[in-house]
């Protein structure tokens, strides 16, 4: 069992104390039901993995349910912060946005790389739809989905992609894409760097997305 992470110093304030205790139950949780599944995890070993006492994680979260649900929205909410991020970065030093698209990719791999758990928890939900958060499942895949979302439609409204590029799709393609070959690296292939991961996906995005764009424009 790995250790909690510590807490936070004396003298924080009470939100500040609160945030830091929410990030090391999340760290807990998303721990322990990948190792073992939801129905086996117990709010007991929860709070014995987060260093808390058991009445802490109720004090934050109704129940184990409410806790993973929370879970599932604030990880997806971050990594749809990243890709955001990445392609406004791309943005600034007057990257295209196929050059953004490809920036948003490696954004996608580094967050899997540091948060291999929570995504494969993510996946796996998403083929469950009996589960109570489903509903809060589809929020928040809605809102990783738009970012990538976005910048298609942009490219497509600049002439950088061809106008019969069907946006939802493409965009959920590229995501799922990112998604499970991040999680085939780090479960089968754990030897090969990002770097080289992100340059074989870079070549799909320049082949299949924006090949289409490039020959519109040389027609």
Partial sequence: MSAPPPPPPPGVSPV??????????????????????????????????????????????????????ELLRDGIDLLADSLRRAADATAARGGTRVDALDAMMRAGLDFIACSPALIQLYVAELWRTNRTWRATL????????????????????????????????TASALLGMVLVAALDWQSFQPDRSVEDVHAALSRLLQGRVAGGGQARSGA
Avoid at 49 to 69: C, D, H, I, P
Avoid at 142 to 151: L, Y
């Fill in 16 to 69: 500040t104390r609160r945030t830091s205790t929410r990030r090391r139950l999340f760290d807990a949780a998303v721990t322990l039901i990948a190792e073992q599944g939801f129905s086996a995890t117990t709010v007991d070993e929860i709070a014995d993995r987060a260093g808390v006492a058991k009445g802490t994680v109720y004090y934050n979260f109704a129940s184990k349910n409410v806790l993973y649900e």
């Fill in 138 to 169: 589809t929020s928040v895949r809605g809102r990783a989905q738009s970012v990538v979302e976005s910048v298609l439609r942009d490219a497509v409204d600049t002439g950088e992609l061809s106008d019969e590029l069907d946006i939802p799709l």
